[in-house]
């Protein structure tokens, strides 16, 4: 069983920076891609960004691209999302996701996904 957890949410004025970080247990994480999704009130959750194993490739969602960076560190097991330039739109709950097959390069889509962190919260002021 695989287990994440989320850490480094909070409240921020837009135009601030927060890091996300995730640390994954129960598996060989450097095995496997590592993604971030996020839920806002009555909205679908969606995806962020990607990062493959061995970080050969990432992918952004349109809306982040250019301001948020994903990063990992296998000898940690840890996975990190760091957001500049934050906007009062990134307000949402934020998860990382680890997806079943080890196949998966740079998994887009939640059903890609099989574990899931308990989320943390990110606010953005105006």
């Known amino acids: 069983q695989v287990q994440l957890v989320e850490s480094g949410g909070g409240l921020v004025q837009a135009g601030g920076s927060l890091r996300l970080s995730c640390a994954a247990s129960g598996r060989t994480f450097s095995s496997y891609s590592m993604g971030w999704f996020r839920q806002a009130p009555g909205k679908e959750r969606e995806f962020v960004a990607v990062i493959s194993r061995s970080a050969t490739s990432t992918v952004y969602a349109e809306s982040i691209k250019g301001r948020f960076a994903i990063s990992r560190d296998d000898a940690k097991n840890t996975v990190y999302l760091q957001m500049n330039s934050l906007k009062p739109e990134d307000t949402a709950v934020y998860y990382c996701?680890?997806?079943?097959?080890?196949?998966?390069?740079?998994?887009?889509?939640?059903?890609?996904?099989?574990?899931w962190g308990q989320g943390t919260q990110v606010t953005v002021s105006s």
């Open positions: 996701a680890a997806p079943n097959s080890i196949l998966a390069i740079t998994p887009r889509h939640t059903y890609e996904y099989r574990y």
